[in-house]
């Protein structure tokens, strides 16, 4: 599901993605569709024939990204010297 989604219907659907993300963050059980991620191969030319030609973009669930970034924010605070602001950005 789209981030816009989760923005439109969070009323509704809020508490349980918390509750997923926050089950997910302690370890303490993980939804397998948290798991799931897409590749899609994004070709680099015209008419590709090689697999070096094509550019592979991994398309991660919202949730993943939500988890990612909790933990990612969470060790921020805890490990200031290995995890720098510009290594946590590019975790949406």
């Known amino acids: 599901m789209s981030c816009t989604f989760f923005q439109c219907?969070?009323?509704?659907?809020?508490?349980?993605?918390?509750?997923?993300?926050?089950?997910?963050?302690?370890?303490?059980?993980?939804?397998?569709?948290?798991?799931?991620?897409?590749?899609?191969?994004?070709?680099?030319?015209?008419?590709?024939?090689?697999?070096?030609?094509?550019?592979?973009?991994?398309?991660c669930n919202v949730l993943y990204k939500i988890a990612s970034k909790v933990i990612s924010n969470r060790l921020k605070l805890v490990l200031p010297n290995i995890i720098s602001e510009e290594q946590s950005t590019f975790v949406p």
Request: glycine fraction near 4%; charge should be neutral; hydrophobic fraction near 45%.
């Open 9 to 59: 219907h969070w009323k509704i659907c809020g508490d349980e993605v918390t509750n997923v993300v926050l089950k997910t963050v302690e370890g303490t059980e993980t939804a397998a569709s948290i798991n799931e991620t897409v590749l899609v191969l994004i070709p680099k030319v015209k008419n590709p024939t090689l697999l070096s030609q094509f550019r592979p973009i991994i398309l």
